[in-house]
């Protein structure tokens, strides 16, 4: 079975940086799209960013365009979300999922996976 466990997350003030990661066990991540989704109190939990194989190509939502990026390292079995200039509003527990076979409709969809992790919080003070 796929277990994903994040972390890195924490306390970080405005225009701060934080590397989330996420390790895989069970299988090889070179066999899965993965991809980040956040979830504030209250709220829906909401697309990140994605990552496809086997080529790599990279997706982002649009409010986190320009500061975040998503890598993976299929030696260590773990993908990244590296954040910079984070604002108030990227406050949330970030959480890390994994699918097979995702369809390029579907990279944004939580319901497009399969695999979830935990969460990991993120805080980011004003």
């Known amino acids: 079975q796929v277990q994903l466990v994040e972390s890195g997350g924490g306390l970080v003030q405005a225009g701060g940086s934080l590397r989330l990661s996420c390790t895989v066990s069970?299988?090889?991540?070179?066999?899965?799209?993965m991809g980040w989704f956040r979830q504030a109190p209250g709220k829906e939990r909401e697309f990140v960013a994605a990552?496809?194989?086997?080529?790599?190509?990279?997706y982002y939502a649009d409010s986190v365009k320009g500061r975040f990026t998503i890598s993976r390292d299929n030696a260590k079995n773990t993908v990244y979300l590296q954040m910079n200039r984070l604002k108030p509003e990227d406050t949330a527990v970030y959480y890390c999922?994994?699918?097979?076979?995702?369809?390029?409709?579907?990279?944004?969809?939580?319901?497009?996976?399969?695999?979830w992790g935990q969460g990991t919080q993120v805080t980011v003070s004003s």
């Open positions: 990552i496809r194989r086997p080529g790599g190509a990279t």
């Open positions: 069970g299988r090889t991540i070179s066999e899965y799209a």
């Open positions: 999922a994994a699918e097979p076979w995702l369809l390029p409709s579907k990279v944004t969809d939580k319901n497009g996976y399969d695999y």
